[in-house]
């Protein structure tokens, strides 16, 4: 099994960047897939962005290109989405999630993943 917890939401204003925390615990393994998802009220939960643990390549949602980075801390377990010029429309909970095979970054879906974390809330003003 594996535990996730996130930290680090908040309220922001519109153009401020917040960064999301991930950390780890229980079976972790360096052929990790790591993502973050969001879901605001009302929408289906959403790919934002995932990384491959051992090698740290990226792959982001359109809608997080250029503003969003996923990063990851081998010696703190944790994974991290540092978010800029962020808009009203970022505003959602936020989860982590993993999976334990990484043969592609190109999973997308939550039925990818069987591990989530509690999420964390985003609000965005104007």
């Known amino acids: 099994q594996v535990q996730l917890v996130e930290s680090g939401g908040g309220l922001v204003q519109a153009g401020g960047s917040l960064r999301l925390s991930c950390t780890a615990s229980?079976?972790?393994?360096?052929?990790?897939?790591m993502a973050w998802f969001r879901q605001a009220p009302g929408k289906e939960r959403e790919f934002v962005a995932s990384i491959r643990w051992i090698t740290g390549t990226t792959y982001y949602a359109d809608s997080a290109k250029g503003r969003f980075t996923i990063s990851r801390d081998n010696a703190r377990n944790t994974v991290y989405l540092q978010m800029n010029s962020l808009k009203p429309e970022d505003a959602a909970v936020y989860y982590c999630?993993?999976?334990?095979?990484?043969?592609?970054?190109?999973?997308?879906?939550?039925?990818?993943?069987?591990?989530w974390g509690q999420g964390t809330q985003v609000t965005v003003s104007t």
């Open positions: 229980g079976r972790t393994s360096s052929s990790y897939l």
């Open positions: 999630a993993a999976r334990f095979s990484a043969d592609t970054l190109y999973y997308t879906g939550r039925n990818n993943y069987p591990y």
